[in-house]
C-alpha cells in the first residue's frame, strides 16, 4: 500500500469511526465501558497499599542488616506457610466446579507441582539460608531459628486470620480475596526479587546468585501470570449479579488492606532496629 493509499483508508476508518459513536473520544469511553467489571477491579491494585508502602520502599533502596532482614523473613515466612491451607478450606467451600479447578491450580502451583523440594515456603526458606551465609551470619536467617527467636507480629497474626475469614465466608467474597491475592502477588514478588538484588554482589559467582533466587523466578516467570488469570476466572464464575459484585469488591479490598497493614508493619519493626 503507497502512502496516500495508506493515508485515504486511515481516515475512511477514522470517519466510520466517529459516524457510529459520535467521536473518536466517546468510541473510546465506550471500549472502556465493555470492559469486562471483574478485570477492571483486579487492575485498581496497582494503586493499593498493598503495593505502595513503608516496607517496598526500604526493601529496595538498599542492604538491610540481617537482623532486620530477619524481621521481613520470619512473618513474611508465616504468611507464605499459611496460604496454601488457607486457598484449601476456599477450594472445599466452593461448589462451582470451574472455579474450584481454578482455586486448584494455584493450589497445586504453590505446593511444587507435586514436589517438596519446589514448594514455594521451601524455596524461601533456602533463599533466606543462602542470603545469611553470605551475609556472615549463617544461623541467622535459618527459619528454624527465626521460628525460635524472632517474635510473630500483631499485624501478621491480624494478617492471616483475615485471610482465613475472608476465604471462608462466602463464594463471592472469597473470590474477591483471591483475586486481589494474585494481581498484587506477580509485583509485590517483582518488587521482592529487586531488593533481592541489592545482595548480588555477595555471591562471588552472579549465575550462583541466580541459582539462589529460584523462589523469585518461580513467582515471576509462569507461575503467577497463570496465578491471575486463574484468580480472575474464578471470581466471573460468581458475579452473576449487583450483590455479588459487591461482595466481590468487599473481599477484594479488605484483602489489600490487610495486605497494607502487614507490609507497614514489617517496615516499622525493621526500622526500629536501626
Known amino acids: 500500500m503507497n502512502p496516500d493509499t495508506h493515508t485515504i483508508v486511515s481516515t475512511m476508518n477514522q470517519t466510520i469511526a466517529t459516524q457510529s459513536s459520535g467521536t473518536p473520544a466517546v468510541a473510546a469511553a465506550r471500549a472502556q465501558q465493555t470492559e469486562d467489571p471483574i478485570e477492571a477491579l483486579a487492575r485498581t491494585v496497582y494503586t493499593s497499599t498493598a503495593l505502595n508502602n513503608d516496607f517496598y520502599d526500604k526493601w529496595t533502596r538498599g542492604r538491610c542488616a540481617p537482623k532486620q532482614i530477619a ?113 498484587q502477588a506477580y509485583t509485590m514478588l517483582r518488587k521482592l526479587y529487586d531488593g533481592a538484588t541489592q545482595y548480588k554482589g555477595l555471591w562471588e559467582l552472579e549465575d550462583e546468585f541466580h541459582e539462589a533466587c529460584e523462589y523469585f523466578y518461580a513467582h515471576i516467570g509462569a507461575a503467577e501470570k497463570e496465578h491471575k488469570l486463574e484468580s480472575l476466572a474464578g471470581a466471573q464464575q460468581f458475579h452473576v449479579d449487583g450483590e455479588s459484585k459487591l461482595r466481590i469488591e468487599s473481599g477484594f479490598h479488605e484483602h489489600l488492606r490487610l495486605y497494607g497493614n502487614f507490609w507497614t508493619a514489617v517496615a516499622r519493626a525493621m526500622n526500629s532496629m536501626e
Do not use: C
Open 71 to 183: 524481621v521481613f523473613a520470619r512473618n513474611y515466612g508465616e504468611v507464605v506457610r499459611a496460604f496454601p491451607e488457607i486457598l484449601s478450606v476456599m477450594i472445599s467451600n466452593t461448589r462451582n466446579v470451574e472455579a474450584r479447578t481454578e482455586y486448584a491450580k494455584t493450589l497445586y502451583s504453590e505446593m511444587g507441582y507435586g514436589r517438596v523440594d519446589k514448594v514455594h515456603s521451601v524455596l524461601l526458606d533456602a533463599w533466606f539460608e543462602q542470603l545469611g551465609n553470605k551475609l556472615g551470619e549463617p544461623e541467622t536467617l535459618v527459619w528454624e531459628n527465626m521460628a525460635a527467636n524472632v517474635a510473630v507480629l500483631p499485624e501478621t497474626t491480624g494478617f492471616i486470620e483475615g485471610q482465613r475469614r475472608l476465604y471462608s465466608a462466602d463464594n463471592a467474597t472469597g473470590s474477591g480475596a483471591q483475586l486481589a491475592q494474585e494481581w
